[in-house]
């Protein structure tokens, strides 16, 4: 029997992908309001929040039966340490363009294991980013840029694309992942990791730690990392990567909107144009139909290439 790529109507994984970029979307509102703290101590601080708020999610549901072994929460709690790290590195914008490269490499990748991209899905990815690109680029302009931290955010964007894809490799497979301890676990190790980085090459506070900086990380580990870490976890194991990553391109729009309600930041209307792209190229990457099985690449066993 042959394994269905994607399901471009399964409503949990759409309404699950598309949580992930608006709770994603109020991190800077939050950082906002941690003036002063390192970002790695900010990140330890979140992800640490989040895998607190996941495990007692996974303690209080009834018990299920262990996802097997994957790699996979490797790939996310990377993401979070690599791009933190980039974005201190590198120009804000450059880093946001880089790390929305993470649909453009699914595609890659899916690529170089066989799967064939459709038409509309490629054309709307292209759009997606131009838009970007254009929603982006009218603000600030930084005119370096730092070659370390431009590595990093592509990295992230790597190790994005990867998550996506193992989750759905493992849902395809037979053996489904429980996304909220994958989420769990990526944010565990995330943590253990960055207290690793500060301990090795520091991340001096400039203020009083308080207790306002306290109820900021927990509100940004629970509403802006555990719960699109989990919705993520969610969307990548009944979406198909390509898709999964897209409507990560609309993170920077959410950013905006919440900015200006919240902070009366508004965006330029300059900005506009861009915006209104990227919202048409995630509408055609939805809407595109999953390619004939008949072309997908077989492998020696018999199996369409997963």
């Given at each position: 029997m042959t394994t269905q790529e994607h399901s471009a109507y399964d409503r949990l994984g759409l309404v699950a992908a598309l949580v992930a970029p608006v709770a994603w979307g109020l991190t800077g509102i939050f950082i906002r309001l941690l003036h002063g703290l390192p970002p790695m101590t900010i990140v330890v601080g979140r992800l640490l929040a989040a895998s607190i708020a996941l495990g007692a999610v996974l303690a209080l549901r009834?018990?299920?039966?262990?996802?097997?072994?994957?790699?996979?929460?490797?790939?996310?709690?990377?993401?979070?340490?690599?791009?933190?790290?980039?974005?201190?590195?590198?120009?804000v914008v450059e880093v946001t363009l880089l790390v929305g490269m993470a649909p453009v490499l699914a595609l890659g990748i899916n690529r170089?294991?066989?799967?064939?991209?459709?038409?509309?899905?490629?054309?709307?990815?292209?759009?997606?980013?131009?838009?970007?690109?254009?929603?982006?680029?009218?603000?600030?302009?930084?005119?370096?840029?730092?070659?370390?931290?431009?590595?990093?955010?592509?990295?992230?964007?790597?190790?994005?694309?990867?998550?996506?894809?193992?989750?759905?490799?493992?849902?395809?497979?037979?053996?489904?992942?429980?996304?909220?301890?994958?989420?769990?676990?990526?944010?565990?190790?995330?943590?253990?990791?960055?207290?690793?980085?500060?301990?090795?090459?520091g991340s001096p506070t400039h203020r009083a730690f308080t207790t306002h900086d306290v109820g900021m990380l927990v509100l940004l580990g629970v509403l802006s990392t555990a719960l699109p870490t989990a919705a993520f976890s969610i969307a990548s194991a009944r979406l198909p990567s390509v898709l999964t990553t897209s409507f990560g391109l609309s993170t920077p729009l959410f950013t905006a909107l919440f900015a200006g309600i919240v902070l009366q930041e508004w965006p330029a209307l300059?900005?506009?144009?861009?915006?209104?792209?990227?919202l048409l190229g995630l509408a055609l990457v939805v809407r595109a139909r999953p390619p004939s099985s008949s072309n997908r690449r077989v492998v020696p066993s018999g199996r369409p290439a997963l």
């Open positions: 009834p018990r299920r039966q262990a996802s097997p072994w994957s790699w996979a929460p490797l790939a996310m709690s990377g993401y979070y340490v690599l791009a933190t790290e980039a974005f201190v590195r590198a120009p170089l294991r066989g799967i064939v991209v459709s038409g509309p899905q490629l054309l709307g990815v292209i759009l997606a980013v131009g838009g970007l690109v254009a929603f982006l680029l009218p603000g600030d302009k930084p005119a370096d840029t730092k070659l370390v931290g431009d590595l990093l955010a592509l990295g992230a964007a790597f190790v994005s694309a990867l998550y996506a894809i193992q989750l759905r490799r493992m849902q395809a497979s037979g053996t489904p992942p429980d996304p909220v301890r994958i989420a769990a676990i990526a944010c565990l190790i995330g943590a253990i990791l960055g207290a690793g980085l500060v301990a090795l090459f300059s900005t506009l144009p861009g915006a209104l792209l990227t």
